[in-house]
């Protein structure tokens, strides 16, 4: 499972279509209430999260209204 | 050495083995489920059911993740019985598993529709990873499915059918969706969410029976109008039943669930409970109550891991819950207790966005959010706080809620 993520780097989240049997995919109701915040909010304004405080990791699939891959600006 | 007994592999059970091997690290702790599989997702598998995701990472420990922790994971174990004075657990194939310290994380199983031909071949209830592989394979053939029960869960059904390119008819039993917690305008942009994946509600209608051919596979369903939906496909589900019948009749306090404290202790000593299967008191609502999310049921299985650990109340259970539904093209999300309350505020801002926030005392206690999700960690954050808002709807029901906006906090 994702640890916290506690560096200051950017990450952005690109929609896919398909999830390579080797991804980690987590749901959307898996994460913490301030990761859950940023998501919504680099969907809604597709701006970039910084990854502090949130337990999102490069690579992860979250399944949400689709599934975006975070990946590291 | 304190020997612990966990009955459920689910997330709640699961999360208290991790939570006691780290508060206990000499003891034994022994998870027994009547499942084929260690821990999954089981907030995936709809994704899985609608075609859309591989089996692989549905996974979440194998078999490993526990020789590795040392933790005793009995697979395909039904426990029978449980004899809370001599502490013992009892399993289907007569092994008898001794404990200093129980928890039950046995969640529920999908209630069957009480009607006839409902157990005829092609009519799927939703909860397992078998089920989920059986619902994809039985969907992928499927041309016409029906969906019953206007919940939560049920909704998933929808999605299946959408994703899969079943034509469905989605028959309700009253005017709505969800009608505890979604006013009409509310459930509208629901409805209209499941029209645009190929599933029509009807309203007013529900099953009165089923129909099968000869080889016992369903046709039909036929509604208590009269009304006949044919269907090769069909998806119930109508609620939840909790997995006690093998507690027979043990001195547990029982209430449609397992009565336990914000401690997540039974009535009995030693006995503990976690998951979907409690009625636990939420100190936020100040009165007993039930969640149905991973989220909750993970938190209540590491309060039980720590509390079991400590032999004491160390730390309670204080959670604000999140249920979301990600299969149409506009957010939702539910949290807290939408349904209870004695009050409430809703409001429509467009075609796909609706808010409505239930109160309790004058205190957030629960809501739902289409559409637009920006508030939800307000809304939770006043919840955590307890403070009284409900005078202040107006507030609340901005499109961009600011706190700052509100009345500083009186003294209570
Ligand atoms: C299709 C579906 C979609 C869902 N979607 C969401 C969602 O989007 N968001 C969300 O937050 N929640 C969702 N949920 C709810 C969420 O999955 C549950 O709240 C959560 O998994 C409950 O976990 P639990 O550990 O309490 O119980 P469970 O996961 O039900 O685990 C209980 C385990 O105990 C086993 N067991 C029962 N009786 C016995 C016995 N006598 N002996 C041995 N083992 C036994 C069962 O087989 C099971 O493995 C969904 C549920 C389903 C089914």
């Known amino acids: 499972m994702a640890t916290t993520t506690s560096t200051g780097r950017s990450l952005t989240l690109r929609r896919v279509d398909s999830v390579a049997p080797d991804a980690t995919v987590r749901h959307i109701d898996q994460l913490d209430d301030r990761s859950l915040e940023l998501f919504y909010a680099a969907l ?10 949130t337990d999102l990791e490069p690579g992860t699939v979250v399944v949400a209204t689709g599934y975006y891959r975070v990946e590291a600006a | ?18 939570t006691l091997r780290e508060e206990d690290p000499e003891s034994s702790i022994t998870v027994i ?13 709809k994704e899985h059911a609608k075609g859309k995701l591989p089996e692989a990472p549905i996974s979440i420990h194998e078999e490993d993740w526990y020789e590795e922790r040392d933790i005793e994971l009995s697979l395909n174990t039904h426990v029978t019985g449980v004899d809370t004075d001599e502490k013992v657990v009892h399993t289907h194939e007569g092994d008898e598993i001794g404990y200093d310290k129980l928890l039950i994380a046995t969640g529920g199983t999908p209630t069957q529709l ?5 157990d005829a071949e092609g009519i799927h209830h939703f909860w397992t990873f078998q089920d989920a592989r059986k619902i994809r394979e039985s969907a992928e053939e499927a041309e016409k499915g029906v969906i019953v029960g206007a919940g939560l869960l049920g909704i998933d059904f929808a999605a299946v059918c959408g994703a899969q390119g079943v034509e469905g008819k989605y028959l309700m039993r009253g005017d709505r969706w969800w009608r505890y917690a979604l006013s009409g305008e509310g459930a509208e ?27 016992g596979q369903v046709v039909a369903a036929v509604d208590p109008n009269g009304d006949r939906y044919e269907c090769d496909f069909a998806g119930v589900a109508i609620g939840l039943t909790f997995n006690t019948e093998y507690l027979g009749d043990i001195d547990l306090e029982q209430d449609n669930g397992i009565v336990v404290d914000q401690y997540m202790q039974t009535n009995l000593e030693d006995v503990y409970a976690a998951g979907d299967i409690t009625r636990f008191y939420d100190v936020l609502l100040g009165e007993q109550a039930q969640n149905g999310s991973w989220g909750s049921a993970k938190e209540q299985g590491r309060i039980a891991g720590v509390n079991m650990a400590a032999d004491d109340e160390a730390e309670e259970f204080e959670w604000v819950s999140s249920y979301s539904i990600t299969h149409f093209d506009f957010p939702f999300l539910s949290f807290g207790h939408p349904t209870l309350g004695d009050d409430h505020a809703e409001r429509k801002y467009s075609d796909t966005e609706w808010r409505r926030i239930a109160f309790k005392d004058g205190k957030v206690v629960g809501g739902v959010l289409i559409g637009d999700l920006a508030p939800q960690s307000k809304l939770k954050q006043l919840m ?3 403070r009284v808002v409900a005078d202040q709807k107006e507030v609340l029901l901005e499109e961009t809620v600011d706190l700052d906006d509100l009345a500083p906090p009186q003294e209570q």
């Open chain 2, 189 to 215: 942009i629901m409805h209209e969410g499941m029209r645009d994946v190929g599933v029509e509600p009807v309203f007013d209608s529900g099953v009165d029976h089923f129909e099968t051919d000869d080889d």
């Open chain 2, 33 to 45: 489920t009547d499942e084929g599989e260690a821990l999954y997702n089981r907030i995936l598998i």
């Open chain 2, 114 to 118: 009480p009607v006839d031909g409902s």
């Open chain 2, 1 to 18: 050495m304190t020997e612990y007994v966990i009955i459920g592999d689910g997330i709640s059970g699961s999360s208290a083995a991790e």
């Open chain 1, 44 to 53: 809604e304004g597709g701006r970039r999260l910084t990854a502090t405080g």
């Open chain 2, 384 to 386: 955590r706080e307890q």
